[in-house]
């Protein structure tokens, strides 16, 4: 009888990723968190569920949690961009630079113009205080898409960091 109430409580797996993406779109990050920590406890080796739990993680400021999270998703899908990118996110978060640059790298030998991990690499390097390179590729991404306020903006950062007042100021304007 216990058995067969259990059974009837149980939620298929694609049921149960559906609800907890459902929360966390909706904002509701604490229980999104805990729903993808239970398909976890199910299916420990699920690779979105993996990377949705560490992307809550660091939505919640949770970084040494989500880098475990995104370590495991990263090993069950080393070509998945955004895997890739927002590993690398979350060590820029945690100031890991050099880890992170290797994970925006590992993103731009699958996609050399993927623009989210451009801008990323970009604003690493600026912290690293590569702002030759920040600029570089602020300019790439600019090349991709002209209007990307990211973009202006890491150019603009770069720019002043280099003493180029009048092209940060013009590429703020």
Same mark, same amino acid.
Request: proline share 2%.
């Given at each position: ?13 694609? /049921? ?13 990050? &604490? ?33 040494? /949690? ?8 990263? /090993?069950? &899908? ?7 990118? %927002? ?25 050399? *113009? ?5 801008? %990323? ?26 209007? %990307? ?6 150019? &603009? ?8 007042? *009048? *092209? ?6």
């Amino acid at each position: 009888m216990l058995n067969a109430l259990k059974q009837q409580l149980e939620v298929p797996l694609d /049921e149960a990723l559906a609800m907890a993406q459902g929360h966390h779109q909706a904002g509701n990050l &604490a229980l999104a968190e805990r729903t993808y920590r239970d398909i976890l406890r199910t299916v420990p080796d699920h690779f979105p569920t993996t990377q949705f739990l560490a992307g809550v993680l660091y939505q919640t400021g949770s970084y040494q /949690e989500a880098k475990y999270f995104f370590e495991r998703a990263v /090993e069950a &899908a080393a070509d998945d961009i955004n895997c890739l990118n %927002n590993f690398g996110g979350v060590l820029l978060q945690m100031k890991e630079c050099e880890e992170a640059l290797v994970y925006f790298d590992k993103a731009l030998d699958i996609d050399p *113009e993927h623009v989210d991990v451009l801008n %990323n690499k970009a604003f690493c390097l600026w912290l690293m205080k590569d702002y030759a390179g920040a600029e570089q590729l602020s300019r790439k991404v600019l090349k991709l898409d002209h209007q %990307n306020i990211i973009a202006l903006n890491g150019l &603009a950062m770069a720019l002043a960091r280099l003493y180029r007042y *009048e *092209e940060a100021l013009d590429a703020w304007a």
